[in-house]
């Protein structure tokens, strides 16, 4: 073994995973190790610890391109002790011709090796020093546990060696630079006591996401498991999470979500050695609750700076920036430092696109040459080749696609509909032949695809190999300037063929009803290509509909504001396109009278919700089950403007219809009883109201299972009927096992869960279980702070009683600020006279009356 004998580790920035790599395995050995980012704090004189390591014994330097750079400190390192051989191990971690004052070193090479020979090939450097040893050396016996393995540890795997739970994306070979902020992050993340969280924003392109699958690799050897997760919609995160769980074995794969999630968070909290990736996260808030605890470490990439209260933000733009603007700068006379920067950033700092503006610059002014780009793709990297590339960017595109339609046509179509698509991996092994309903006669290929394997197999082998798309698991991805430029070349025809079968596609994809729990794990990767395609490129009535059901899957979620402009956008669309008339057009105004419901727009939603019965009725009769569903739609909005007795008296008139139609026990038929039951509470007839939901909790129980939805829907009002009638017992029971399930199935933060939760705590504080009632109260409120805002009349209600609550249990002081917050939201939000302003007003002024009633 090393018997103890110092060694201090030389290394560029850029190798860092080889120095931490290295040092691991000569500890191991028995070697004393000095590593500057293990042992060197923050303000060190660098220059003074290095010559005073290089006192205390030997240099191990490892050889690369960036150790031998004039700008690195390792220049210091090894200039004071090229006269002292007999301290000098140079080894080989990448292929490097070194100066000529070090070529007539022997440096073994410890890249190309598998783990073992890599190890072996470093302890033997070590071991033989190049001068005539003192004594004999100690060479580490072949098998034999070094020193930390003895002891249970176990180290980093070889540099560049993958985990078997790994899913980060493929390493891009062009990548260059930013040394710096490598070590950067890898400093921020291996230095922290607990989980390190680092956020790398910037302006937007691909070099925050490229920097963090660069560090993925480089330093994969750290890490037993690496997992990406594409966060740029908050509502997608929880599936990709649940994915990781059932990937590392602690979740099955029938595992509800929220089941899989926190099996995930507890397995977390027992390794140390993990990396999460949240690719380009937008809110800190949004990701917040997605954040685990343990010893691992977590990287976010986004273009929001702000993420000060979640994560040590770095700031991705320096290196990779300034080298693109120096490009520009260079080979285009006059042109600012601002305008280079704003081109790069649009350019995605792509070399070839930047050379390529360059060339534009001669003929066009910053300005003009941005709204080119942003208007037409294609045209803007049309010209300008460089010589040291063989054609421009738009040109390799259309080639390319020459050749493959050549090779290919079924897989030419298929990249041209993903051109219309988002830039996320779109689903292709989950696409169900049996839904192509609108396939034409140009569809044979596409259809192949789908439903033949042999055929699926060769198209997405084809695709991956001309490079124009990534295939992995069944999914496909193209490269979203690829992508940009590509649906810009589509000539009229191709466009409209494109459309249809980027129609058929999404049909395909989708899960269906939106409402079935079955469907709910394949949303989450349908839903951003349903959300992103142009509401004009949906050519067929199952492509419509697919996307207002994304729109209904994520609503149910809370994500209205993601869904109001989007359907916004697709009723405005086809209204324009097919008339009052149409089925799609229909379709998107009930939807939307949702989303405007669900916002606060009742009015509107109302109006959308009238205009639509009258038309049901009026083409499709009294009793067609879409006329039924369009007047129960109604009904709910009459509640919500406060005409209760019209509401009451539609849901009756509805309810007696869909008996008929549909039978006593159809879900619709449930639905509508159940919220005829909220009208009979909402207008004080409560006996009535509790009846009818006993007898819909039973049927739904029966006929949708314990877990449904629409069953914990059902059972969460009933449960406030029966505390309302003084039944607090059977309340607090009904409400512990619906806020049970509703975790379960829909997760710790949906808005449902919440509304149970507050109920509950509600009911404890009435049974007088006080602190059981301020613990859930709280907790409540952090999460519809979180999710709805500080002014939604949800959280300030929690707020409020929260407040009742904390003043019961003697914590007058919080309970005085509390109440002071939500009167002045309240006031703000609702108006000085409004009832929920006025009783804060009395619980502040009778702050210690215990009777004071919750709100």
């Known amino acids: 073994m090393g018997d103890g004998e110092r060694l201090f580790v030389s290394h560029a920035g850029a190798d860092r995973a080889w120095a931490e790599w290295a040092a691991w395995q000569l500890q191991d050995a028995g070697y004393e190790v000095e590593l500057d980012v293990w042992h060197w704090g923050a303000g060190d004189n660098f220059v003074l610890r290095m010559r005073q390591a290089l006192e205390r014994g030997r240099m191990v330097a490892l050889f690369s391109r960036a150790y031998f750079d004039t700008g690195r400190f390792t220049t210091e390192e090894w200039t004071d002790v090229v006269g002292a051989r007999e301290k000098w191990v140079p080894v080989r971690v990448e292929d490097a011709v070194a100066p000529p004052l070090l070529r007539s070193l ?94 790398l924003d910037g302006r937007g392109g691909v070099g925050k996401t490229q920097l963090a699958i660069e560090y993925a690799h480089r330093f994969s050897g750290e890490y037993e498991l690496a997992w990406w997760v594409a966060a740029e919609d908050a509502a997608l995160i929880p599936d990709q999470l649940a994915g990781l769980a059932v990937a590392t074995g602690c979740a099955q794969t029938d595992a509800s979500q929220a089941e899989a999630v926190r099996a995930l968070g507890e397995e977390l909290r027992t390794r140390q050695r993990w990396l999460l990736v949240f690719d380009n996260a937008e809110d800190p808030a949004a990701l ?8 691992g470490h977590v990287l976010i990439t986004s273009r929001n700076p702000q993420w000060h209260h979640v994560a040590t933000p770095v700031d991705v733009d320096v290196l990779a920036r300034a080298e693109s603007v120096a490009l520009l700068r260079s080979r285009s ?77 079924a897989a030419a179509d298929l990249l041209r509909a993903l051109a219309l698509l988002a830039p996320e991996p779109f689903p292709l092994h989950a696409c169900d032949p049996e839904k192509v309903e609108e ?21 997405v082998g084809v695709v ?32 409209v063929r494109a459309a249809h079968q980027a129609s058929v596609l999404l049909a395909a994809a989708a899960p269906g009803d939106a409402a079935d729990p079955g469907g709910w794990p ?32 994520l609503m ?24 009052v008339d149409d089925q799609a057009v229909d379709w998107a105004a009930a939807y939307l009278a949702r989303a405007y419901d669900d916002s606060g727009d009742h009015e509107e939603a109302r109006r959308l919700d009238e205009d639509t019965l009258v038309r049901r009725r009026q083409v499709l009769g009294e009793d067609h089950p879409s006329t039924l569903k369009a007047a129960s739609n109604l009904a709910i909005r009459l509640a919500a403007v406060g005409e209760k007795e019209q509401a009451r008296a539609l849901n009756e008139d509805t309810l007696a219809r869909r008996r008929r139609v549909r039978g006593k026990d159809h879900p619709d038929t449930l639905r509508t009883a159940h919220n005829l039951a909220a009208d009979l509470y909402d207008l004080g007839e409560l006996d009535q109201a509790r009846s009818l939901d006993e007898e819909t909790l039973a049927s739904r129980r029966r006929v949708l299972g314990e877990d449904h939805p629409d069953t914990l829907s059902t059972a969460h009002n009933l449960a406030m009927r029966l505390a309302i009638l003084g039944e607090a017992d059977q309340a607090r029971a009904l409400n512990e096992d619906t806020l049970v399930r509703r975790r379960r199935l829909l997760g710790e933060d949906h808005p449902d869960t919440l509304s149970t939760a507050h109920n509950l705590a509600v009911r404890l504080a009435a049974l007088g279980v006080l602190d059981q009632a301020c613990a859930l109260g709280e907790d409540t409120l952090v999460r519809r702070r979180r999710l709805l805002g500080e002014d939604h009349p949800d959280t300030l209600s929690t707020a409020n009683n929260l407040a009742i609550d904390l003043a019961d249990s003697g914590e007058t002081e919080q309970a005085r600020h509390l109440h002071e917050d939500v009167l002045a939201w309240r006031r703000r939000v609702l108006g000085e006279d409004h009832p929920d302003t006025l009783r804060t007003i009395r619980s502040l002024a009778r702050l210690n009356t215990p009777d004071e009633a919750a709100q």
């Open 464 to 495: 991956e190999r001309f490079g124009l798309a990534r295939v992995a698991g069944g999914s496909v991805q193209m490269h979203r300037l690829t992508q940009a430029v590509l649906r810009d070349q589509l000539t009229a025809e191709q466009r």
């Open 522 to 553: 394949r949303w989450p990767d349908v839903l951003p290509h349903a959300l992103l395609v142009a509401p004009e490129d949906l050519t067929t009535e199952a492509a419509r509909f697919a996307v207002c059901e994304a729109c209904w899957y």
């Open 288 to 295: 917040r609750p997605h954040l685990p605890a343990g010893a």
């Open 106 to 199: 022997l440096a073994p090479d410890l890249f190309g090796l598998g783990e073992d020979e890599a190890r072996a090939a470093l302890l033997r450097a070590v071991a033989g020093p190049p001068g005539t040893p003192g004594r004999a050396p100690v060479f580490p016996e072949s098998g034999r546990p070094g020193r930390l393995r003895s002891m249970g540890a176990t180290g980093p795997r070889l540099p560049g060696s993958l985990p078997r739970v790994w899913n980060i994306p493929a390493r891009n070979a062009g990548f260059t630079g930013r040394d710096d902020l490598l070590v950067q992050v890898r400093t921020g993340l291996a230095g922290a006591r607990a989980v390190a969280v680092l956020a």
């Open 556 to 579: 149910d979620r809370g994500s209205v504001g993601t869904v109001l402009p989007r359907l916004q956008g697709l009723h405005r669309t086809w209204l324009r396109r097919w008339g």
């Open 333 to 409: 006379r006059g042109l600012g430092e601002a305008d280079a920067g704003r081109l790069a950033e649009a350019l995605d700092d792509l070399p070839l696109a930047l050379v390529q503006a360059a060339e534009a610059l001669r003929a066009f002014s910053p300005d003009r040459y941005l709204e080119l780009l942003a208007r037409s793709p294609g045209t803007a990297t049309e010209d300008g080749t460089p010589p040291d590339y063989p054609r421009s960017l738009a040109a390799s595109v259309r080639l390319s696609m020459e050749r493959l339609e050549v090779e290919d046509g």
């Open 439 to 459: 396939a034409g006669e140009g569809d044979a290929g596409l259809v192949a695809v789908l439903s033949d394997p042999r055929v699926f197999r060769r198209v």
